[in-house]
């Protein structure tokens, strides 16, 4: 009896090491796609649930560029939120669609990103700066995240105004000296080529550095930059996510190196402790709602944008797991 328990349980073991995978870990497939889906949705939970429209299936190709237009169209005639105070040293000065973030230093204004157009950048970011008790002559430095119109479109405007150096990774300065992916009537010109950073550069302006870290997927040399704010006598770690959407069409490339430009930003926010994350959309990160919450509250403390360690690394994974469905959802058309 003994040894005929012994024989069966050396069968089963040898049946466990042959069980097939789950379906869902056989290759691209419906089940690996909702798998995928799940796993974000876990991550994501109730307070990153804006994340989750990366989830949803992207077109197979680029827009054109009526379909470009018309979009943009609409989300520039959104009524623009009045600008805002993030923490001590960072400040809102974007549209209801897109951000500009200003960073105030001891030796003046880092901004990261300038919006779609000359005249767009006038409006709000210089004419957020002002209401907010800043002065936009002192925007030294504008990082643009990535060469997509939206973000470099009002650069223009803050050089020939203001002499702002215009800071991009060489793989976008490439791409706005040769064949840009999209372009658009309503954007501003493209700047010149001026100041080009590498994975783990700074900007510094007087006490104030932001680590550049190069993230591609969303475009070929997105920049995500990292650097420290105040609020309420105590300092946070900030990372921006420099290119959120899937917007490039049926490329597997790109979507490898997006989710595993998520996992790095992941483990460095939680080896760093990185406990706020913003986006250069405010659909992503409720940039808007907070504000408005932080007008209402009349202080920088508690902050709405203060979401601690986990939440930062869970939004980041989520990001991951949503790039990773998307890349079997393409694969599976390629049979």
Not at 21 to 27: D, E
Not at 125 to 143: F, H, N, Q, S, T
Not at 311 to 329: F, I, N, S, T, Y
């Amino acid at each position: 009896m003994q040894g005929s328990t012994a024989v069966r349980c050396a069968i089963s073991a040898a049946a466990l090491l042959v069980a097939p995978a789950p379906l869902w870990a056989q290759g691209p497939s419906d089940a690996s796609v909702a798998a995928h889906v799940a796993k974000a949705k876990q991550l994501a939970g109730d307070d990153l649930k804006a994340l989750l429209v990366l989830c949803q299936p992207a077109p197979s190709k680029r827009a054109t560029q009526d379909e470009i237009d018309q979009r943009l169209a609409r989300e520039i005639a959104r009524p623009a939120p009045p600008p805002g105070q993030a923490f001590d040293n960072l400040y809102y000065v974007g549209a209801a669609f897109v951000s500009a973030w200003a960073i105030k230093t001891s030796q003046g204004i880092i901004l990261i990103d300038a919006l779609n157009n000359n005249d767009e950048a006038a409006q709000l970011i210089d004419g957020g700066l002002r209401k907010l008790g800043l002065d936009p002559a002192e925007v030294k430095y504008v990082i643009v995240t990535h060469a997509h119109g939206d973000h470099y479109g009002g650069a223009t405007h803050l050089v020939q105004k203001y002499g702002t150096r215009v800071v991009m990774s060489e793989a976008d300065w490439k791409q706005t000296e040769t064949k840009l992916e999209a372009n658009s009537r309503l954007w501003g010109p493209v700047p010149k080529r001026d100041v080009t950073v590498k994975e783990g550069d700074k900007v510094t302006l007087g006490d104030t550095s932001v680590t550049i870290h190069i993230t591609p997927g969303h475009t070929l040399g997105t920049i995500t930059p990292a650097f420290d704010v105040t609020a309420g006598g105590k300092t946070h770690h900030v990372l921006l996510w420099g290119g959120t959407a899937f917007n490039f069409g049926n490329n597997i490339a790109r979507l490898d190196t997006y989710a595993a430009g998520a996992d790095r930003m992941a483990k460095l926010a939680k080896d760093r402790g990185i406990d706020v994350l913003i986006s250069n959309h405010a659909g992503y990160d409720g940039a808007i709602t907070k504000l408005e919450a932080l007008r209402k509250q009349g202080s920088l403390d508690p902050n709405p944008f203060a979401i601690g360690t986990g939440a930062v690394v869970r939004g980041l994974d989520a990001m991951g797991e949503c790039a990773r469905a998307q890349k079997d959802r393409f694969l599976m058309l390629q049979r």
